[in-house]
């Protein structure tokens, strides 16, 4: 799993993540524990919410191609978690809802490490590899990002 398996699909579509950037082509990392290895665009929107001026931002994306021993009979999953809009460094939680069905709860910084808290993947973190360089935007815009992948770090 050392290198890129397919594109990325670009379609509408959070947890204690470090976001880092690959471009498409580029070897994503392996800790040997897998993950998801082909993503969708991870979207943002405003709403209404806790952060500065009472808004947040609602991220959404798809994975799939997921191969890993912590995710066993899941082919796909959907990222979704509201961040505080201007609120740099909250606690942010969100969930992967997978395509067997079970749900994984995941808790994290934006802009670093998300660990799964529960659900598939318990106990451990997840890495998003992005087609672009991310620089705060969790946070302080609603840009829209390519994902590359999602694998397992530990």
Avoid: K
């Avoid at 069905?101 to 799964?116: A, D, F, H, K, R």
């Avoid at 890495?127 to 360089?133: E, G, R, S, V, Y």
């Amino acid at each position: 799993m050392g290198a890129l398996r397919s594109a990325f699909v670009v379609l509408l579509g959070g947890a204690g993540l470090l976001i880092s950037t690959a471009g498409a082509g580029s070897a994503v990392p392996d800790s040997g524990l897998g993950g998801c290895y082909r993503g969708s665009v991870l979207t943002a929107q405003r709403v209404p919410g806790t952060g500065s001026a009472g808004q947040s931002v609602r991220r959404t994306a798809q994975v799939w191609d997921c191969v890993s021993p912590l995710l066993p009979g899941i082919g796909s999953g959907r990222f979704d978690a509201e961040l505080p809009w201007n609120g740099g460094g909250s606690i942010t939680s969100g969930t992967f809802t997978w395509s067997d069905g079970s749900v994984s709860g995941v808790t994290g910084l934006p802009n670093t490490l998300w660990e799964i808290t529960s659900g598939p993947g318990s106990g451990h973190t997840v890495q998003f590899q992005l087609d672009m360089p991310m620089n705060g935007d969790w946070y302080y815009t609603d840009n829209s990002m390519a994902i590359v992948a999602a694998t397992f770090l530990r």
